[in-house]
């Protein structure tokens, strides 16, 4: 390992010889994207416009329609080095999945020519059979079908020295059911664009053909050397270090955030920055985060569904080019044990098809009555389901970041800023006061104060708050998915858009007035979700019992909710999920929980008997062989004592680490006995997950004593400060 050190040393001393990178952003910008761009050089005008009316109005595509499309489509990925095709999807694994094939097909000659039909474009016929279904169908039902998904444009890949056309797609069984994370997201974004338009109509704008969810997620990540990364069997295996002693230096002086980003990290961003732009992947923002080796990547807002594509392709091009630099780029929320972890902030808002933002205060009276009420919908939403909410960041990573005083408490709760905050309570009251003139509570022309607009403070301690004209919900793990939150944030939003919508039905009489009435009776019960201080107290935890916010700290408790009939109700209702399918996402979750908590459970155990007690041993012997050494010179002198005492430290944390590794497994089988995955998963969680952390303290403890050149791991100081 210290070679490799000298290595990494003399590797920072002569930086590695790089090319700037001179060529303009837009000169390249979408060039691997089968864009609308293209779509319209390289398809026939009629088959353009038709195409662009189905993928805006939802029309069914026809076959002539999809075979024209297809051969432009092969002709122009074949231009950038194309040899196959895939179907790429979004099975329920949290990751993306693909099935090669080519182009080339054999003919009578003994030749082949490249064929793509529009048959093959529209559908495949990927084996299903090991991918999670929770319980929806039987392994040996292999069959499952993906679908060309419009809305999302194809794109190719260049991975090593292949070039790959990739078709978005959804992915569904062959009896129907739905097996990927793309179809229930796609269903929000039609729900939510549905109701909103009929809430739009009721306020008397007639003009809105489209209401589009648009999100922006913050991607947080760590950077390693690959050479430390493939010397831990838990970063391998697990994605995050179970045993490691803290370094003396980590986030304290701040001196990392926001600071000079080092040479190999500004070209590795870089050379991802490129591939993003060619995907068409609106990269914005690049900047050292609070820990060490820390740093994180954000885009510009899109539709949702474009978004959590393009989010697939960030985390995907972050490890790719991560290796290409001899780097591994780690996602898991808790990589490093008393390190600040890594989140991915969800900005969500609404816009209609003219890119007016509806979460914007307004300078009208219209306006300011609309956003309000959309306003009141989010905050109506995050109350009544806040305990569905909280679920979808619910799994084993995200546990060891929420409610760590370091990221949002695992209470939802909204955060709107002073001013905003008073205005909703000042209308919740009929009171008036300097926000709220009489004019504005009399249902007359006035306006909300311009200052609003920038007068949202960034309350990091808060899981959910109001940033301007938009919310950003930031309890997503950084490793995951955010499909799925962003189809529960459409759902539950969507509900009360309904909810919002009916009860201005049912008032009639002026808008006006009868919006600041359903305003007020929302508030009277959904205000108890409002709280702009410091979401880390004891405090707020206690205020928030009191208030019957509900407060789930671990997964195994959140994901419970998926099961209720509140839930299954809900994603029925708007056709988003049936309630089997809803059932299945909550059986699949607490498998994947369990089985994560299994790997983590073996790979400690194996660490601490392979690497850990051997070094112990090791160092044991050679104090043992030292005392010796000397009390042949020395006798039995009282200097010696404290080599004694070391040796009984060594001989007593070894003696624990042992006696504690056989009880973890005993627990991990006793946890497995069960036929109750539900009971299984809080076992793990209250039993196993305590044992490991016991484990982890002996061991740590070991590495504070064992010599630094016989430790058989890299160290957090080595992993995080050597770049």
Not at 308 to 318: G, I, K, P
Not at 331 to 346: I, M, Q, R, T, W
Not at 434 to 454: A, H, R, Y
Not at 586 to 611: C, D, P, Q, S
Request: contains cysteine; aromatic residues 8%.
């Amino acid at each position: 390992m210290k070679k490799n050190l000298r290595k990494i040393f003399a590797a920072e001393r002569e930086p590695a010889k790089t090319t700037l990178k001179t060529r303009m952003v837009s000169s390249y910008y979408g060039e691997d994207t089968f864009s609308i761009k293209v779509m319209k050089a390289k398809l026939p005008g009629d088959v353009f416009k038709k195409l662009k009316k189905i993928i805006n109005e939802g029309e069914k595509l026809d076959l002539d329609t999809a075979n024209a499309v297809a051969h432009a489509m092969k002709e122009w990925s074949i231009e950038k080095g194309a040899t196959h095709y895939c179907h790429w999807f979004q099975p329920l694994t949290g990751t993306t999945a693909e099935k090669h094939d080519s182009f080339a097909d054999p003919v009578d000659t003994g030749e082949s020519i490249e064929r793509f039909s529009g048959k093959q474009l529209m559908q495949g016929e990927p084996d299903a059979s090991s991918f999670p279904s929770g319980g929806l169908r039987a392994t040996f039902e292999a069959r499952g079908y993906t679908a060309w998904d419009l809305t999302s444009p194809a794109f190719v890949i260049r991975n090593g020295n292949c070039v790959t056309l990739c078709i978005p797609t959804a992915f569904i069984s062959y009896t129907g059911e739905v097996l990927d994370s793309k179809t229930p997201l796609l269903r929000s974004i039609k729900a939510i664009d549905k109701s909103s338009k009929r809430l739009l109509n009721i306020l008397g704008n007639k003009t809105v053909k489209k209401v589009i969810a648009t999100i922006g997620p913050e991607q947080e990540y760590f950077l390693i050397d690959k050479d430390y990364y493939y010397k831990r069997q838990d970063l391998v295996l697990a994605n995050r270090t179970l045993i490691g002693s803290a370094p003396a230096k980590g986030q304290q002086l701040e001196d990392q955030y926001f600071g000079p980003i080092k040479d190999r990290v500004i070209s590795f961003m870089a050379d991802v920055e490129e591939e993003l732009f060619r995907l068409g992947v609106p990269a914005k923002t690049r900047h050292n985060e609070v820990a060490p080796s820390q740093f994180e990547i954000a885009p510009v807002f899109e539709e949702a569904n474009i978004a959590v594509d393009h989010n697939h392709l960030v985390m995907e091009t972050l490890r790719r080019t991560a290796r290409e630099h001899n780097l591994a780029a780690l996602l898991h929320e808790k990589p490093f044990a008393e390190v600040n972890g890594s989140g991915k902030h969800l900005n969500w808002s609404l816009s209609d098809d003219d890119g007016n933002n509806l979460l914007n205060p307004g300078n009208t009276p219209n306006q300011n009555v609309q956003f309000l009420l959309f306003l009141t919908a989010v905050i109506r939403a995050v109350y009544i389901h806040a305990d569905l909410l909280r679920s979808t960041v619910a799994f084993a990573g995200n546990d060891h970041r929420l409610g760590a005083n370091e990221a949002p408490p695992a209470i939802l709760s909204i955060f709107l800023g002073d001013q905003l905050f008073k205005i909703m309570s000042d209308i919740e009251k009929g009171a008036i006061t300097s926000e709220t003139d009489k004019e504005f509570i009399d249902f007359g022309v006035s306006t909300l104060p311009l200052l609003l607009k920038d007068n949202t403070d960034r309350n990091r301690t808060s899981p959910f708050a109001f940033t301007g004209n938009k919310f950003e919900f930031r309890a997503v793990g950084s490793s995951q998915s955010i499909s799925w939150p962003s189809t529960v944030l459409n759902l539950i939003i969507t509900e009360s858009i309904d909810f919002v919508a009916d009860a201005l039905e049912k008032k009639g009489g002026d808008i006006k007035k009868t919006a600041f009435e359903v305003i007020k009776e929302v508030l009277k019960d959904s205000k108890k979700v409002l709280f702009n201080d410091n979401g880390y107290t004891k405090e707020w935890e206690d205020e928030a019992a009191k208030r019957g916010l509900p407060n789930y700290k671990t997964t195994p408790e959140a994901i419970k909710v998926l099961a209720d009939d509140k839930s299954k109700k809900l994603f029925a209702k708007y056709g988003i999920l049936s309630e089997v399918e809803v059932v299945s996402r909550y059986n699949i979750f607490v498998e994947r929980y369990i089985k994560e908590m299994e790997i983590e459970a073996l790979t400690l155990y194996g660490m601490i008997l392979n690497n850990i007690i051997p070094a112990g041993l090791e160092y044991q012997g050679r104090i043992a062989k030292s005392i010796e050494a000397t009390e042949k010179v020395l006798g039995s002198s009282p200097d010696i004592t404290i080599q004694k005492e070391l040796l009984k430290k060594i001989c007593a944390l070894i003696s624990s680490l042992s006696k504690a590794a056989d009880e973890l497994i005993t627990l991990k089988n006793k946890a497995n006995s069960s036929h109750d995955e539900q009971a299984v998963s809080e076992f793990y969680c209250k039993n196993v997950k305590a044992k490991m952390v016991e484990i982890r303290g002996y061991a740590d403890d070991l590495e504070k004593i064992v010599d630094d050149q016989m430790w058989p791991l890299p160290k957090y100081w080595e992993m995080l400060f050597i770049s």
